[in-house]
């Protein structure tokens, strides 16, 4: 392909040069201090260009975990020299591991960032008291870098700093007479630092923050319409066509979750740390329920999931956005409804409430939803364009992992476990891949042998929704202890297909996804022997259910982040 080989060979230029870390404006130069690329890395990322790494943010980063820029204006503002150096650093801190050049060939994907987010951190202090747009987005670039690693307490501090910053500059006030592409990257990052700082806040057993102005933080402008505003648009208008299609806007309908998932958070806290009881708690969760089901029923005929939709998505460059809207609607209810899996609450209940709580009906609920994000999840990940390469997905497929391993281990229904355990095999597989990118992922699969652990060797249900069980849920990047503390207690279809719609070719010509061919996602494979054991695990219906409990997390743990077969991972069979 000429367009690939062009741009290997501008690749080739750059690594021989010295200065290759400069940005397209000779004004511009990354003056990348060797002392700071080396302080935790074994290499020096002197060699690669930092430009093809921000292509590879904007590929495979923004517009999942944040959004915070509008792509055209950020590259033309790039080639002019007027972003700051601290900015692309960050972005690369989270999009080397997904690079493919020759020059990551011998360094594992999870420990390229560090040198580049350790050289953003230096320039970001010496900015701290200097507080603007820029540093706010830098902030919380760093943030979701620092979770990635599992380091919980830096994240929640970044986090913390951008939301100091953007208040101190008071972001959610619009410049007079500023363009609608300034206004919608204000709201959009205020968006990102709300959405961020809340689910921080879950992993810290804190309490969410309210925006200073809600109104504040919901985009205006259609995702679609949005990507395609020239860098040079300047209009001030808040009445043109993009300003009327809102509603269309996925970031517009995440935003109105916020609160949702806050309360959530909250009431599943409150159970935990018995705050409440479970009759109150199914007070409160009729109420959640309700406003979960009125935010999926109104959602538009272009945001609901359908493979039409996906495939649409994916093709305009925003399907991981798609994809991360859903899963993470239905992991909102695998969490409502999880505290149903405790049979001993259950047990707690006066007779006549059975019926009326009909804990068989919230617990099939949960299991319903967690099959739905693991069948989220599958596609995505078959679907060019959709993977959810982001970790915070890593949890929310660990969280639906621990629902199929309910299922597996209390089931009596063979259609049920059946289901369950396919399920579960499709999660470890993502997972697998997840883990070869992300430190956190590694904590998160963890998780999973803690609890099964527990299982074997407790006489109590496995499921009392305890402190430890709290975090195990809620905290996505925080370290759960190995050890789970025990008291003993007496004895979704799939979206059909369809053709991919048209698509205006000055689109097609925006996105620079068709040049990643050399720097993007490859879903690294462990080799024929690893999926022909997992795929066994899965079609062998002989074994019961618990060896395939066993065999499938000993898969999962037993192999090193270059798909090797660690020794010390004990019980593969």
């Given at each position: 392909?000429?367009?690939?080989?062009?741009?290997?060979?501008?690749?080739?230029?750059?690594?021989?040069?010295?200065?290759?870390?400069?940005?397209?404006?000779?004004?511009?130069?990354?003056?990348?201090?060797?002392?700071?690329?080396?302080?935790?890395?074994?290499?020096?990322?002197?060699?690669?260009?930092?430009?093809?790494?921000?292509?590879?943010?904007?590929?495979?980063?923004?517009?999942?975990?944040?959004?915070?820029?509008?792509?055209?204006?950020?590259?033309?503002?790039?080639?002019?020299?007027?972003?700051?150096?601290?900015?692309?650093?960050?972005?690369?801190?989270?999009?080397?591991?997904?690079?493919?050049?020759?020059?990551?060939?011998?360094?594992?994907?999870?420990?390229?960032?560090?040198?580049?987010?350790?050289?953003?951190?230096?320039?970001?202090?010496?900015?701290?008291?200097?507080?603007?747009?820029?540093?706010?987005?830098?902030?919380?670039?760093?943030?979701?870098?620092?979770?990635?690693?599992?380091?919980?307490?830096?994240?929640?501090?970044?986090?913390?700093?951008?939301?100091?910053?953007?208040?101190?500059?008071?972001?959610?006030?619009?410049?007079?007479?500023?363009?609608?592409?300034?206004?919608?990257?204000?709201?959009?990052?205020?968006?990102?630092?709300?959405?961020?700082?809340?689910?921080?806040?879950?992993?810290?057993?804190?309490?969410?923050?309210?925006?200073?102005?809600?109104?504040?933080?919901?985009?205006?402008?259609?995702?679609?319409d949005f990507l395609a505003l020239g860098p040079d648009s300047m209009s001030t208008s808040t009445t043109g066509p993009n300003m009327l299609q809102a509603n269309k806007?996925?970031?517009?309908?995440?935003?109105?979750?916020?609160?949702?998932?806050?309360?959530?958070?909250?009431?599943?806290?409150?159970?935990?740390?018995?705050?409440?009881?479970?009759?109150?708690?199914?007070?409160?969760?009729?109420?959640?329920?309700?406003?979960?089901?009125?935010?999926?029923?109104?959602?538009?005929?272009?945001?609901?999931?359908?493979?039409?939709?996906?495939?649409?998505?994916?093709?305009?460059?925003?399907?991981?956005?798609?994809?991360?809207?859903?899963?993470?609607?239905?992991?909102?209810?695998?969490?409502?409804?999880?505290?149903?899996?405790?049979?001993?609450?259950?047990?707690?209940?006066?007779?006549?409430?059975?019926?009326?709580?009909?804990?068989?009906?919230?617990?099939?609920?949960?299991?319903?939803?967690?099959?739905?994000?693991?069948?989220?999840?599958?596609?995505?990940?078959?679907?060019?364009?959709?993977?959810?390469?982001?970790?915070?997905?890593?949890?929310?497929?660990?969280?639906?992992?621990?629902?199929?391993?309910?299922?597996?281990?209390?089931?009596?229904?063979?259609?049920?476990?059946?289901?369950?355990?396919?399920?579960?095999?499709?999660?470890?597989?993502i997972l697998m891949q997840l883990k070869m990118y992300w430190p956190v992922t590694d904590l998160s699969v963890s998780r999973l042998r803690t609890f099964q652990n527990?299982?074997?060797?407790?006489?109590?249900?496995?499921?009392?929704?305890?402190?430890?069980?709290?975090?195990?849920?809620?905290?996505?990047?925080?370290?759960?202890?190995?050890?789970?503390?025990?008291?003993?207690?007496?004895?979704?279809?799939?979206?059909?297909?369809?053709?991919?719609?048209?698509?205006?070719?000055?689109?097609?010509?925006?996105?620079?996804?068709?040049?990643?061919?050399?720097?993007?996602?490859?879903?690294?494979?462990?080799?024929?022997?690893?999926?022909?054991?997992?795929?066994?695990?899965?079609?062998?219906?002989?074994?019961?259910?618990?060896?395939?409990?066993?065999?499938?997390?000993?898969?999962?743990?037993?192999?090193?982040?270059?798909?090797?077969?660690?020794?010390?991972?004990?019980?593969?069979?």
């Open positions: 392909m000429p367009g690939l080989q062009q741009q290997q060979q501008q690749q080739q230029q750059q690594q021989d040069s010295p200065h290759s870390l400069l940005l397209p404006s000779e004004r511009h130069p990354l003056a990348v201090s060797e002392i700071s690329c080396q302080r935790h890395s074994p290499f020096t990322p002197l060699s690669l260009p930092l430009r093809d790494l921000v292509d590879l943010y904007f590929h495979f980063v923004h517009n999942g975990p944040h959004t915070l820029f509008h792509e055209a204006s950020f590259y033309s503002e790039l080639e002019a020299g007027s972003i700051p150096e601290m900015l692309p650093l960050a972005m690369a801190s989270l999009s080397a591991r997904f690079s493919a050049n020759p020059f990551f060939e011998n360094v594992d994907p999870r420990s390229r960032g560090r040198s580049y987010a350790d050289h953003a951190m230096d320039l970001l202090h010496r900015k701290m008291l200097d507080p603007s747009l820029h540093t706010v987005q830098t902030c919380v670039i760093i943030a979701h870098f620092l979770g990635g690693e599992g380091e919980v307490k830096g994240k929640h501090i970044y986090l913390g700093l951008a939301r100091l910053h953007a208040q101190t500059i008071r972001l959610w006030e619009m410049p007079a007479h500023s363009s609608i592409i300034t206004r919608e990257i204000h709201r959009r990052t205020m968006l990102s630092v709300t959405m961020a700082g809340n689910w921080s806040a879950a992993d810290m057993s804190t309490r969410t923050l309210s925006p200073e102005d809600p109104e504040s933080i919901i985009p205006l402008i259609d995702d679609v806007s996925m970031w517009a309908q995440m935003a109105l979750t916020i609160d949702i998932y806050g309360r959530i958070c909250d009431v599943v806290s409150g159970l935990s740390h018995k705050r409440r009881t479970l009759q109150s708690y199914h007070d409160d969760i009729a109420d959640l329920a309700a406003e979960l089901s009125r935010w999926g029923a109104s959602l538009p005929p272009n945001l609901t999931y359908t493979m039409t939709n996906l495939a649409r998505y994916a093709n305009l460059g925003l399907g991981r956005t798609f994809a991360s809207m859903h899963i993470g609607y239905h992991h909102f209810w695998q969490m409502l409804y999880y505290p149903f899996l405790n049979l001993r609450q259950h047990q707690q209940l006066p007779p006549q409430l059975h019926e009326i709580y009909a804990e068989d009906k919230y617990a099939m609920m949960c299991k319903e939803h967690a099959m739905l994000v693991s069948d989220i999840a599958k596609v995505a990940f078959k679907t060019s364009g959709c993977e959810l390469v982001w970790y915070l997905n890593g949890h929310i497929l660990v969280v639906s992992s621990s629902v199929h391993l309910h299922t597996l281990l209390f089931s009596e229904s063979l259609a049920e476990t059946d289901m369950a355990r396919e399920r579960l095999i499709s999660n470890f597989e527990s299982c074997r060797m407790s006489t109590s249900d496995p499921f009392v929704l305890d402190e430890w069980m709290l975090k195990f849920l809620m905290e996505h990047t925080a370290n759960v202890p190995l050890s789970r503390p025990m008291a003993e207690y007496p004895p979704h279809k799939e979206p059909s297909e369809s053709a991919l719609p048209d698509l205006p070719d000055s689109l097609h010509e925006r996105r620079r996804s068709s040049q990643l061919t050399n720097s993007e996602w490859k879903g690294r494979t462990l080799g024929d022997t690893s999926s022909s054991s997992l795929s066994t695990i899965l079609h062998q219906k002989d074994i019961s259910n618990e060896a395939v409990v066993e065999n499938a997390l000993s898969w999962l743990l037993g192999y090193d982040s270059a798909g090797s077969l660690d020794s010390s991972q004990p019980g593969f069979s």
